[in-house]
């Protein structure tokens, strides 16, 4: 009895292991081959992404401009006098470069070194110019960074100096204006008609003259240095900055001038701030989540704006900025990864695929092996030990490989790939070699045949249902739960378990739709049968004979239908991420050319809007008064949408002749307003703070504010989140006419005719906004690996096909060469053929593209395309009908050219040897 419990490791036999893999060196190179292929686009994929995402990181946070800077603020500490007044700090300077040390020092050491050396910005109030009939504004401002502040060159006058010689003075509360001395730049010195001595003509929003004194007109040595952005007004007028129709300018601040600023104004109007510019060059994808959650944390800790310490207040939208370039990145990767996921299904099955051919090829010597007694676990470890090494070769050259090409490998994705490869072989080995030697007979008894029958077909029951139950969880799971991570404090970015399931909806949808089609083709199959029977073709009952014969394979039609669904689905994927950069360009640009015309040639507008029409190639022309950051009240909050003045006609011609989305709701805005005095308008809000039926107030400089009334929802226009539309007509009988300050263009020629409009503006091009995006990182990577995607299952379809045609092609050629001594010619033979190879690949080639059609318009909602293509809604499913035709004929193809290459090779069997092994 302990002989029988002895335990005995398997011993393989190495020169069988050898001699089988010199026997069919061909057929597992190939397999070898597929795992290697896979391998490199599995294993590099997942690296480029990540390249790919640190591009994106810095790509995002350089287009937010100043929203990604980190601020910091601080109230100065009180200048109370002994005697009751206000005493002139000499140090103040110096203060500001301590409050800039002490920001600094808080920052800690990530956020530090992400972000530039800081710039410490004081700012007055808003000024109004009293003079001339435009509103115009005016502001003190000081810029000091670590090493002072921007360079400037003085080319009138001199720098700001002290109003008074003595550093400590006292002035009462209620005294004249303080004197205060500031530098002009060049631009502002002209536009304000002044130079060095003048007075410039200011009041504070309380009406009291402000003693602002100019010391000297200067020009930036460097107008690309960061502190300019800060203050541009200190470099050139801005308009619209303090309300549409306005424009700011601004005077430069000393150190020496800063402490007379100071007493210039109240006590707590004289604002100070610091500036932390993000350093994009050293923004990488791993880093995103530490520095979101460290700017999180500032901004926690900070002090309470309406405590009066000297307290630092933190402000930034950093966060933000890194949590939209994490949400598009996430949404990238789970994007590859369903890609990715098709690709590694379709790959398991043609592996399977090639490990049935190898078996078929090998069953005799498995046979004769386990009838000379040879142990199954023996075979089976020789023919493990043998698909083992092969995966693990193969997929370790693939990885290298990929590493040799891109900076960093994922092998994750390729084990699904090496397990196929390593159990498929051996599992049916070992079942072929089980079968030789098994003496279990067919059971006599009926009922007994029906009870295996019954079991078999249970197993299979089973099977499917649990594919079946698994698909329906996975598009349950991810229409409710979608493809980007659970937004939390330990979010690290990448593809957890719980996105296993929705990731694999598209893979997991074309098995369940591949296993619907395997139950319904041997009925079709055997209803040809029965009505070729009634014709008097005897080589559609041989083909139709043949095919109801081979239906029942499973493996062949999963491999075809996966592999041309899922090729579909790339290809729908690819060419609705194009379609929607295009959208996207045109919802950007709002034309294909668009100019924003500078304040300096605002006036000039209108006649260059009847030049550019007058211009060969030109279509369209509408102009319009363009806001970005309007000051809009509701009744308790500030807003800042962009506020677009137009005319609502040429507005509405431009929305229908162009591909953007048309509003019907125009037409109501040229109707009269819900009440006497209300402008009616159309707004648009990403957090519903701007809804229909909303009122809204404009404010104005020196007269009532016009009040606004939302009778309609905006289109999605300019990329603009928040949006509000007025008719130019509705809004001038108001009180307020608009100054055009956009022009958008439309017609071959539109690029051609605003280069050479000769006014300073801003050219926008809706092909040159198209090109950026295209290249954009993530857009880029998207784009390429759908198209890789679609060819390499294109590819593996038409390897599937091929396999499964060798596997059965023994069989069939045996059939057909015994027909033949009936008198069936060779040509005859290859019709025969032909019949038996097709129906798969028919409905293969039909039932493909249409799957792959359903599953995108079932999965691209959840997948987040507009995050890539920048659209204001998710893109409708493009289906690229054409591309379809060329998979299914692809596949038809191939299928066509196997038959003639399959009878070349079996030109030279002999009948008696087909015979002999018939017998």
Request: aromatic share 4%; net charge neutral.
């Amino acid at each position: 009895m302990n002989r029988w419990l002895t335990r005995r490791w398997p011993a393989p036999h190495w020169p069988s292991v050898r001699g089988r893999g010199r026997t069919d060196a061909g057929a597992l190179l190939l397999t070898a081959a597929v795992i290697a292929a896979v391998a490199l686009l599995a294993g590099a994929v997942p690296a480029l992404l990540r390249a790919a995402a640190d591009n994106a990181v810095q790509d995002t946070v350089r287009r937010a401009g100043h929203d990604s800077n980190v601020l910091v603020h601080a109230n100065w500490e009180r200048d109370d006098g002994p005697t009751g007044g206000r005493f002139r700090i000499s140090r103040l300077a110096e203060d500001v470069d301590d409050f800039r040390a002490r920001a600094t020092y808080t920052l800690g050491p990530d956020l530090d070194a992400a972000l530039l050396p800081p710039i410490a910005v004081v700012h007055g109030p808003i000024l109004n110019v009293t003079d001339g009939n435009l509103p115009r504004t005016f502001q003190l401002t000081y810029l000091a960074g670590d090493l002072e502040g921007p360079a400037v060159t003085w080319i009138a006058g001199s720098a700001p100096g002290p109003a008074v010689p003595e550093q400590s003075i006292e002035i009462p509360y209620d005294g004249p204006p303080w004197p205060v001395q500031v530098g002009l730049s060049e631009a502002d010195a002209a536009a304000l008609n002044l130079g060095p001595g003048d007075r410039i003509p200011v009041q504070d929003g309380q009406g009291r003259d402000k003693d602002v004194r100019i010391s000297g007109i200067y020009r930036p040595a460097d107008s690309a240095d960061p502190a300019w952005r800060l203050a541009p007004a200190l470099l050139r007028p801005v308009p619209g900055a303090d309300g549409v129709g306005t424009t700011r300018f601004a005077g430069l601040l000393s150190r020496e001038s800063l402490p007379d600023a100071r007493l210039a104004f109240d006590e707590d109007q004289l604002r100070r701030t610091v500036h932390f510019a993000p350093e994009p060059d050293v923004l990488t994808w791993d880093a995103t989540a530490t520095l979101a959650g460290q700017v999180v944390k500032l901004k926690a800790a900070s002090g309470s704006s309406g405590v009066r310490d000297q307290s630092l207040k933190w402000e930034s939208q950093l966060d933000t900025v890194l949590r939209d370039a994490r949400t598009q990145i996430s949404a990238a990767s789970a994007q590859a990864a369903v890609l990715l996921a098709g690709v590694l299904t379709t790959t398991v099955l043609v592996l399977l695929l090639a490990a049935d051919l190898l078996v078929r090829r090998r069953t005799p010597a498995l046979s004769a092996a386990r009838q000379r007694g040879a142990a199954l676990p023996d075979l089976g470890a020789e023919l493990i030990i043998e698909s083992t090494v092969l995966s693990l070769s193969a997929a370790a050259v693939g990885l290298a490989l990929a590493r040799a090409a891109v900076p960093g490998v994922s092998w994750t994705w390729t084990v699904p790939v090496v397990l196929a490869g390593a159990v498929a072989g051996p599992a049916f080995g070992t079942l072929v070699a089980a079968r030789a030697s098994r003496d279990r007979r067919q059971p006599a008894n009926p009922a007994a045949r029906r009870w295996i029958l019954a079991t078999g077909q249970l197993r299979r029951a089973a099977v499917e249902a649990a594919v079946l139950i698994a698909a329906v969880a996975a598009f349950v799971t991810l229409h409710r739960r979608g493809l980007l991570p659970v937004a939390s404090a330990g979010d690290t970015g990448e593809l957890t378990g719980d996105l296993v399931l929705p990731i694999s909806a598209v893979a997991l949808g074309v098995l369940a739709g591949a296993l619907v089609v395997l139950r319904l083709l041997p009925a079709g199959v055997r209803f040809a049968l029965r009505q070729s029977l009634r014709s008097r073709r005897p080589l559609a009952v041989f083909g139709a004979a043949r095919a109801a014969t081979t239906a029942g394979r499973a493996l062949p039609l999963l491999a075809l239908v996966s592999a041309t669904a899922l090729a579909s689905f790339a290809l729908v994927v690819g060419t609705t991420v194009a379609r929607g950069l295009v959208d996207g360009a045109w919802n950007t640009v709002g034309a294909d050319a668009r100019l924003d015309v500078s304040v300096d040639a605002e006036a000039a507008t209108p006649a260059l809007a009847e030049r550019i029409a007058a211009a060969p190639g030109v279509e369209q022309v509408v102009v319009a008064q363009v806001t970005d950051s309007a000051r809009i009240f509701t009744e308790s909050t500030l807003l800042t949408p962009r506020l677009v003045v137009v005319d609502t006609a040429a507005f509405q011609r431009l929305l229908a002749t162009t591909p953007l989305p048309d509003a019907p709701a125009l037409a109501q805005i040229t109707a009269p307003g819900p009440g006497p005095v209300d402008v009616p308008a159309l707004v648009r809000s990403s957090d519903g703070d701007l809804r229909t039926g909303t009122r809204l107030q404009l404010p104005r400089d020196g007269a009532p504010a016009i009040r606004l009334a939302a009778v309609g929802t905006a289109p999605s226009f300019g990329g603009a989140s928040d949006v509000v539309i007025v008719d130019a007509a509705a809004l001038a009988d108001a009180g307020l006419p608009a100054v055009p300050n956009t022009v958008w263009v439309t017609g071959p020629g539109a690029a051609r005719a605003v280069s050479n409009s000769g006014v300073a503006a801003d050219v926008v091009l809706r092909a040159d906004v198209l090109r950026a995006q295209r290249v954009a990182p993530l857009t880029a990577g998207v784009l390429r690996l759908a198209w890789t995607a679609a060819a390499v299952l294109l590819a593996l379809g038409l390897l599937g096909l091929t396999l499964a045609a060798a596997a059965s092609a023994s069989e069939r050629w045996q059939t057909l060469t015994r027909l033949r001594t009936l008198g069936l010619r060779p040509r005859d033979a290859r019709w025969v053929a032909a019949g038996e190879l097709l129906p798969p690949v028919v409905v293969a080639a039909v039932c493909g593209p249409l799957f792959g059609a359903l599953l995108a318009h079932l999965t691209l909602g959840p997948l987040e395309l507009r995050l890539l293509t920048g659209q204001a809604t998710d893109p409708a499913a493009a289906l690229p009908w054409w591309l379809f035709g060329l998979v299914s004929v692809a596949l038809l193809a191939a299928a066509a050219a196997v038959v003639p290459v399959e009878s070349a090779l079996r030109r030279r069997d002999r009948l008696s040897e087909v015979l002999r092994a018939g017998g």
